[in-house]
């Protein structure tokens, strides 16, 4: 079992920043292939960074530029990082890995 626990959402005014993170803890198989999705009332869950395989990472176009996806292999933690957040990135996101999620966090962004 892998358990994926998201932390760092919240409300945030538009144009601020936030750092989400996801812990991830039991049979870990790869942290390197995790992501952050997000779902937004009423719309289909959507990739916004996740890594690759190869070693690289793919952001949405939506994001691209404003977002950054890390991780640290020793703490099992993967992080987003929003910057030049928009009322639209309001969703709650949630991280990712393998066949595995984590129970999600809300971001909030006001106009």
């Known amino acids: 079992q892998v358990q994926l626990v998201e932390s760092g959402g919240g409300l945030v005014q538009a144009g601020g920043s936030l750092r989400l993170s996801c812990a991830a803890s039991g049979r870990i198989f790869n942290i390197n292939l995790m992501g952050w999705y997000r779902q937004a009332p009423g719309k289909q869950r959507e990739l916004v960074a996740r890594f690759t395989s190869g070693g690289s990472t793919n952001y949405a176009d939506s994001v691209k530029g404003r977002f950054t996806i890390s991780r640290d292999n020793a703490k099992n933690t993967v992080y987003l990082q929003m910057t030049s957040l928009k009322p639209e990135d309001t969703a709650v996101y949630y991280c990712?890995?393998?066949?595995?999620w984590g129970q999600g966090t809300q971001v909030t962004v006001s106009s």
């Open positions: 990712k890995m393998l066949t595995y």
